[in-house]
């Protein structure tokens, strides 16, 4: 910073460095800028559909495509342009990290020429390459250039790789899935690396219903950080996340199209088991659906089907082959259950029981706050012989980054990778509702993971949302004095 007498005091550098510092200090603080008067009233004059057109002609013209959130985006970039236009108010600086692909330097060609007519002014070639870098960071990477493909693609891989490792999963397998992190990652580093924003929606659903992509998504940021010097934002983590739980429903349907025979135990005959059989035939549309009696299960011992799916209490599995336990009505989030088990069980993960998960030792009522709370939770943990040496760090960390608070009071909290040496939660109820970035919270379930757990994640997620959705039981749960008083009402649920 620069001082001078009567004239305040100048902040100096190139252009590109003041504005990724006045956009990361300033516009992503708390802090609030009041536009001025002239600034609002030329806003308004501003003939945003002429905008949008020039905006939706150029990408067109030149193969470029967006969605909607970044296509909004631009267009306040142009807005804003346009404004500083009128006061001829420029940028200077040629100086930029990358040469920008020539398809986005000529939507900005088209765009700045249309302006340049329509405002009598001449734009310095700096607002075009400006302007090139910010569409570019917003677009569908469809035409990236052999080299910077490649390069992205030996990241990429390195990535998949560790997180094939830590989490025991097939990312680096799926070929669909490096193709659309390839086209998702180049305009997302040049957001990352410019602090250009972008919005996403959706971020809320995705943090709460997802927990478990979303953990995966999250570490593999970090490990955008490690290579790149990049951080994301929750936003992006997002987006990212989005690419993860296409991997795992293409894993899951895969799987689930290959099933030819499921026979159905039931004790009610006639009009149900009819209905039952149609619903199911709608779900799982290669397999043939057959029903039986429990008496006649013996019946299938020479002709084993590839699943059994049961409405009534029987043993997990018969002969080697997996029982799934389901309702006798079926509603939409029970056939959403019956395929994430189905897919669960034939992938040999096991059946889950989240009741098995909870231990006396680490339950407690506490008045501290959130983050105390949670510390002492994972280092109980760590003592028990159930976390590794690093889990306290590894779960505030988390916190710090992004907190797992949920809505109504409900936390997950959790570490970026599962490293623990048994699966286990924590509960702790605060006897008094605590704030941590401005959520509050009361009901803590501490995650303490294995490597290859995404799935019991994911169930505990499950858990987690139905609390968020349901005050009595919450109210009942917050009641509970001691461990079984807890557990007796959980398993109401369960």
Known sequence: MERKAHYGIKVCGNEEDLRRAFSHYV?????????????????ESIDTDALKSTLREGLLENAVSVNDVAF??????????????????????????????????????FIISRIEAECGVSFPVAEEEFLATH?????????????EKEALYNN?????????????????????????????MFPMLNRLYYNFKLTNPLIEEVYTQYANVFTVSLRFTQLIEEIYGAKATRDETGYLAFHFAVHFERSKLSLLSN????????TTGGGSANLLRLKLERMFSSATIITTSQSDLEHFSGDLPDLFLSTIPIADEYMGIPIIHIKKLLDEEEEKNIKDLS????????????????????FQR????????????????????????DFPRLVLEREEK?????????????????????????????????????????????????????????????????????????????????????????????
């Not at 930029?96 to 020539?102: E, G, S």
């Not at 099933?259 to 135990?265: G, N, S, Y």
Request: charged share 25%.
């Open 27 to 43: 516009l992503g603080s708390e802090w609030y800028l009041e536009p001025t008067l002239e600034y609002k009233n030329f806003m």
């Open 402 to 494: 992004f907190t797992t608070i949920y809505q109504n009071g409900i936390a997950g909290p959790h570490s970026m990778t599962h490293n623990a040496a048994k699966n286990c939660i924590g509960v702790t109820i605060l006897e008094n509702p605590a704030s941590y970035m401005g959520r509050q919270v009361q009901l803590i379930f501490l995650i303490n993971l294995m490597p290859g757990s995404l799935f019991l994640h994911k169930e505990i997620s499950r858990l987690l949302l139905y609390l968020i959705d349901n005050e009595a039981m919450r109210r009942r749960l917050y009641a509970a004095k001691d461990f079984r008083h807890f557990m007796n009402e959980l398993d109401k649920i369960l």
């Open 156 to 184: 990429i891989d390195i990535m998949l790789s560790k997180l094939d490792k830590e989490f025991l999963t097939s990312f680096k397998k799926d070929s669909e899935l490096r193709e659309s992190l390839l086209l998702h």
């Open 72 to 109: 909004d985006n631009i267009l306040i970039h142009l807005k804003i342009l346009t404004y500083r236009a009128s006061k001829r108010n420029f940028i200077h600086t040629t100086v930029f990290k990358n040469q920008t692909p020539l398809c986005y330097r000529r939507v900005a060609n």
């Open 135 to 147: 569409i570019s960071s917003k677009a569908n990477a469809t035409q990236l250039e052999i080299e």
């Open 366 to 389: 506490v008045k501290d706050s959130y983050l105390d709370a949670v510390k002492s939770g994972a280092e109980q943990m760590v003592v028990q012989g159930y976390a590794a040496d």
């Open 343 to 362: 897919y669960l069980r034939l992938s040999g993960r096991g059946q889950l029981k989240l009741k098995e998960f909870f231990y006396d030792i680490f």
């Open 259 to 266: 099933l030819k025979r499921i026979v159905v135990v039931c």
